[in-house]
């Protein structure tokens, strides 16, 4: 996102603090503004700066944190840097993530790319809940090929339970030791056991994408 572009969701998110009854004074929005414009007459970055994933910069656990934030608002239809920019302008905490406004601030959020983001999403990998929407591939009941006749194919369907599973037999590799499974139900009623939905089976699922 550039400076310009930061401007004019500061500047909606001014209008949602009026419309919401808690409108910023004028000091408040000249300390955010002034940041974006500071943030725009920075140095250019050196040639290796221009390569390096700001996401580099954080603990494994603040990078998961803010995957999943990043994905579940993507979820919902919803632009994760402006979602977290209204948590600033209204003083809101924003939970897991309340460590990029602290540490980071403005200019490292202007840095982050949906190509750094794309990286790490398997590490930002978001736990299914119940009632969660996903599709399967029918690759988990019988064998296919991506480029063959019997190829992939997705089918929608509805979590209803999760359970975390211990291998009492031994018969699982040692990372495999506990492992997360889920029943999923189709649209026609038929349910389906997932074992290893993380583990092992994670190139078998895909979030459903809003209609």
Known sequence: MTPAEFEAALRAAFGECEIAGV??????????????????????????????NPLEELTI???????????????????WKVQLLNDWVQGRESGAIQFVRERYGVQWLERVQPSHLAEYADEGLVKLQVGDRIEVSNNLWEWVQDDGPCGREW????????????DSTGTLPQSYSSY????????????????GVYEWNRYNWRWLASA
């Open 180 to 195: 997360t499974s889920c029943t999923i139900r189709f649209e026609n009623g038929m349910e389906y056991e997932i074992q």
């Open 23 to 52: 409108p910023l004074d004028v000091q408040q929005k000249q300390i955010l503004l002034r940041a974006i414009a500071d943030s725009n007459g920075k140095p250019a970055m050196t040639p290796a700066e221009g390569r390096s």
């Open 61 to 79: 656990e603040q990078r998961r944190a803010l995957l999943e934030f990043v994905q579940d608002q993507e979820r919902q239809g919803l632009s």
């Open 155 to 166: 089918f929608p369907c509805t979590i209803i339970g999760i359970n975390e599973e211990v």
